[in-house]
């Protein structure tokens, strides 16, 4: 197992959170790791014109999406 020494601190930090801060943090790194996706994305395709570039973004991001269908 891959060892983890912030861990601890970690849940300190959560535990000492309200619920609106934890669920404020949750909308923050969702939206910060849909960002780099964004960026690594466009990264590898700087050929596309923004209307395919948005295109490509939707079809990646509805795999993301419903895995459970």
Do not use: W
């Not at 939206?31 to 994305?41: D, H, M, N």
């Amino acid at each position: 197992m891959k060892e983890r020494p912030n861990h601890r601190r970690y849940i300190e930090v959560l535990r000492s959170m309200t619920p609106d801060q934890r669920l404020s943090k949750a909308f923050e790194l969702s939206e910060f790791t849909r960002a780099l996706f964004v960026q690594g994305l466009r990264a590898r395709h700087p050929e596309l014109v923004p209307e395919e570039f948005a295109k490509l973004l939707r079809s990646r991001l509805d795999k993301c999406h419903n895995r459970n269908d």
